[in-house]
């Protein structure tokens, strides 16, 4: 696809390089390693010199001259080494007066500006990615349906032990608790695999084209990352043969079926740490001789290193071989039962040669796998003490969730609205765009196709409460939470805004994502009340038809791979324009009014 904007008035501007234009930069965007790319920048007269400043991956400088043809300099320079490139423009007049010509103090891509000083952080960014990287073609133009096991349906003839848990609801209707603290991760509703294969006809009628399960390995709780062993399914949601079963079930209906995984910590409670001493494992807590002890940070005075000081979550150490071979049998395993592809969690977590190994060792067993992993933002800007992380340059994931998608529409739709976990602001339409092609501008045009764009998940607000008007959750205790209600008034304001962003979500390129519960009205302050049970006896019919036929358009063509046009009208309007072949599909969202108006031409 490509993305075009109209050129803004540049009064008596002496420079001007706009990169989302082909005009001054050629191709758009991210660039896979050996290519060649135009840059142009008009000019107002011709100067003593025009330079190109290019500052590379490995910290090289390179210097190129550019040619003046009339009213430009142009020049193309070629883009070899991955990683992120920084390009800006040195001007030198016959006076000998230098200026530099840089992107904009909060972006890394668009419009630039003039300076009279060298900036050291004000360069435009070129992404550059392995010539070699590839997604599979499947995973483009889907419908992802992201089900927390526990919560989405009980088949009543799956038999566990029941005298194992703290808390099981006989039924769905039952109110979801809460402790003073949150969540009880002890809480349970039995959700099963079974009851999930029950309803894939209810999810073909949605258009889903993959399953994201949240973990269903065995564990102590119900959200399942403090996982007792990665190699058993936990006995509540079913076995090998369910697993078996609601993957070849889906398949028969052209549904795909993602795992979601921590590699980064397992249980306290687990086969591998057996802090308390419940397993016959030789666990790595109570015995320096265990087979497990060198997976684990453990210090000489029982502590241990643990993710984000949770005791109850140690920390693996990613490095060790031992480790690393169990994570090949993990891959192995999972893949010969069926499953299309794995979702990664905290990957700011998982070091980079991690990230490769894995990339590595799924892609050998099968290369149709496919790997995206959880980001919170911009993922080529994400840095840790040893730089930029290598997220999307083709060596570790195939896509991510898109969360800075997400934060960017629900700022501009709520003329934002504050959350807790998320940075919204208020953006005005002008400034959605920008920052929408900004961000299509640093990703690998692969990986946008293959992001998973969300708007509710299990680790924030659902996207009804969000849109609602709600009240702000920091004012609210826990038991508020999980007693509000929404007036009528607030949930239409708040359904219809779910439509707009919805319908973005189809004219932009990525994977639009429901979080179960989404399409009938399901709604919730964050964990743990954005994982209530499902509402399948107090359904908003009105919602999930919008829905059936909206999800229609991740089959149409133009909407899908149109060219795309994004055109602010004024502060609080914006039109999306899809079109190929002479059909065009126009999607005009007004945030003030309130309305939308999608028209064929």
Known sequence: FLILNSLKKRGSIMYYHDNHLLKFKKPFGAVKEGTKVYLRLDVDRKYKSCLVRLWTPNKQEKIFNMDFKDNYYETEIVIDTIGLNWYLFIIQDFNGKIEFYCSKKTYTSGEGETLSYFPNDRSYQITCYDKDFEVPKWFENKIIYQIFPDRFNRNYSHKFDERKYEIIHKDFNEQLGCTRYGANNHEFYAGNLLGIEDKLDYLKELNVGVIYLNPIFKSTSNHRYDVTTFMEIDEMLGNDDSLRSLINKAHEKGIKIILDISFNHTGSDSYYFDKFNKYNTNGAYRNVNSPYRQWYNIYNNGKYECWWGFDTLPVLNKSNNSYRQHVKEIIKKYTDLGIDGWRLDVIDDLPDDFLEFLRKEVKKVNKDLVIFGECWD????????????????????????????????????????????????NLDAYELKDRIINLFNNYPVECLKSCMNLLSSHDINRILTVLSNCEDVSHLSKEQQKNYILSDFDYEIGKNRLKMLWLILMFLPGNPSLFYGDETGLYGYNDPYNRKPMNWNNIDNSLLEFFKESNKYIDDDVIRNGELTIIPNDKNTIKFIRSKNNNKYVLTIDRKCQTFKLEKF
Not at 378 to 405: A, H, I, P, W
């Open 378 to 425: 911009d993922c080529t800007l994400k840095q840790n003490q040893f730089g930029f992380r290598q997220y999307l340059l083709g060596r570790s994931q195939d896509g991510v969730m898109n969360y800075e998608l997400r934060r960017l529409l629900v700022s501009f739709i709520t003329f934002g609205v504050k959350e807790k976990e998320v940075n919204n602001f």
